[in-house]
């Protein structure tokens, strides 16, 4: 484990919300709630984001960069934003046979990036990590982001049987207290992770073409688009 890993695999902030602090064990644990098919599953995210050749692709919440890298050996440019320092750092080491990807520190609801600069979005196992008050301000900030005709990808958990809803659960429970949401999911834990949720905040903040999806294993997915036309 490198030097700049804290023993606690978390710490919290009010404003920002959970950060994870510990790549390597954050990775197995993944891997673990996904039975070995982490690989398969990001090649499939990949394929409903649909990045362009030449895309600008951003992927907020990237963790250690595991998504951004697929997306990097189909798009123009990928930038991962998360805001653990830990695991910018993580990313960027692993990262290094990708020119075309990089990765920053920053948060979800004040993205560090220029007014229509993306032309694709993505944000995986991510939202509930927000504190449920900023979360309609992270869905405002990755409209403001895209680029008129651009493409947005959110998803997490599904929990698909009753041993990984309990163990999903008691982690949403553990986040939900970090983020001190226990209250506005109704003591629900599952709720804070359901992606659906975020419908009508996609429509309210201007997104079009809200689709949901179900993508094996264990994972929904919101798909939209911001209004315009792409550029050519």
């Known amino acids: 484990m490198s030097g700049n890993e804290h023993q606690s695999a978390t710490d919290s902030h009010p404003d920002v919300g959970v950060l994870l602090t510990q790549p390597r064990r954050y990775r197995a644990l993944k891997a673990a709630l996904l039975l ?35 997306l990097a050996r189909r798009a123009g440019r990928v930038t991962g ?22 990765f920053e520190v920053g948060t979800a609801q004040d993205l560090p990036l220029p007014d229509a600069s993306a032309d694709l979005v ?19 900030q990755m409209f403001r982001v895209l680029r008129p005709g651009g493409r947005l990808l959110l998803a ?9 809803s309990t163990v999903v659960r ?5 986040a939900a207290h970090r983020t001190h949401d226990a209250d506005h999911d109704h003591g629900d834990p599952l709720a804070g992770i359901d992606i659906r949720r975020y419908r009508d905040d996609l429509r309210a903040n201007g997104f079009e073409s809200v689709e949901f999806v179900v993508v094996r294993p264990a994972t929904a ?12």
Request: a neutral charge; aromatic letters at 2%; one cysteine or more.
């Open 36 to 70: 070995g098919r982490a690989n398969r599953l990001n090649a499939r995210l990949a394929e409903l984001a649909r990045p362009a050749a030449g895309a600008e692709v951003v992927d907020v919440g990237c963790g250690p960069g595991d998504l951004a890298r697929v």
């Open 81 to 102: 934003v998360d805001p653990s320092p830990q695991m910018i750092d993580y990313a960027t080491a692993r990262s290094h046979d990708l020119a075309n990807c990089r």
């Open 122 to 140: 993505t944000s995986t196992f991510a939202m509930h990590h927000i504190p449920a008050s900023h979360r309609a301000d992270a869905i405002a």
């Open 156 to 164: 997490d958990t599904l929990p698909t049987d009753p041993l990984l």
């Open 170 to 174: 008691v982690m949403a429970r553990f």
């Open 221 to 232: 997915v919101l798909l939209a688009n911001k209004p315009g036309e792409t550029a050519a």
